[in-house]
């Protein structure tokens, strides 16, 4: 129920092409679905965020569709460039007790965006 | 600028050696995470303090501590490291839904 399944593992992207990144998740109570991008050797950084009352959010070049009835999200990232490359963790944030929120993270896809 | 700074970026210490990780956070977030990652995986949340108080992860080892004592501050203990324990550690901070900030992490090794 906790997890958040992401596919795919890895993804290669000619430079200029769409990159799509699926997740999909179970537990009704997550109410917050945000993306990290994550380079070698830094910590994930905040890249868009989605609640589930929105079906589509938009900022740049990147884009979050969610379905909530299919309980799937998805991150589009237009016109890839090879700076772009890293991993990406799609997560599901729910409130826990006590205070404060739980992350669950997908397993990542690693991008390659070749010139 | 305001972020979340962690202190060493790369730390070895000796098997069974305790060893403290720092984090400092100029955001004022009143809660603040601790993560474990390791290669090719996702981060693992080890504890997260809202406020002062502290909520510890079922399945974290009773070999993780940490302390809070002010709000800008936040501390990793692990009292015996083992070879299993080498990971980067991340520091996180938030305020509302999510996780606005991580930190650069602190890569640990374990000899």
């Known amino acids: 129920q906790q997890q958040v399944k992401q596919s795919p593992q890895s993804l290669i992207v000619q430079k200029g092409g769409i990159s799509i990144i699926n997740c999909a998740y179970e537990?009704?109570?997550?109410?917050?679905f945000p993306w990290y991008q994550q380079f070698p050797g830094k910590g994930p950084a905040l890249l868009i965020a989605?609640?589930?009352?929105?079906s589509e959010k938009k900022e740049g070049r990147f884009t979050i569709s969610f379905n909530k009835s299919a309980k799937q999200f998805s991150l589009h990232i237009m016109d890839s460039q090879p700076g772009d490359s890293a991993t990406y963790f799609c997560?599901?944030?729910?409130?826990?007790?006590?205070?404060?929120?739980?992350?669950?993270f997908g397993t990542g896809t690693q991008l390659k965006v070749e010139l | 600028d305001a972020m979340v700074i962690q202190n060493p970026r790369y730390q070895v210490t000796q098997f069974g050696k305790p060893v403290t990780l720092s984090c400092s956070q100029t955001?004022?977030?009143?809660?603040m995470y601790w993560y474990q990652q390791k290669s090719s995986q996702a981060p693992k949340l080890l504890f997260h303090?809202?406020?002062?108080?502290?909520?510890n992860e079922a399945d974290t080892p009773d070999n993780f501590q940490s302390r809070r004592p002010n709000t800008s501050f936040c501390f990793l203990d692990i009292r015996s490291p083992g070879l299993g324990d080498a990971a980067m550690y991340l520091c996180?901070?938030?305020?509302?839904?999510?996780?606005?900030?991580f930190g650069s992490g602190t890569r640990l090794t374990v000899v």
């Open positions: 303090y809202y406020d002062k108080d502290f909520n």
């Open positions: 997560a599901a944030s729910i409130r826990v007790t006590g205070g404060g929120n739980k992350l669950t």
């Open positions: 996180a901070t938030s305020r509302d839904k999510g996780i606005d900030t």
């Open positions: 989605i609640r589930p009352d929105v």
């Open positions: 955001l004022n977030h009143n809660v």
């Open positions: 537990n009704t109570a997550f109410d917050y």
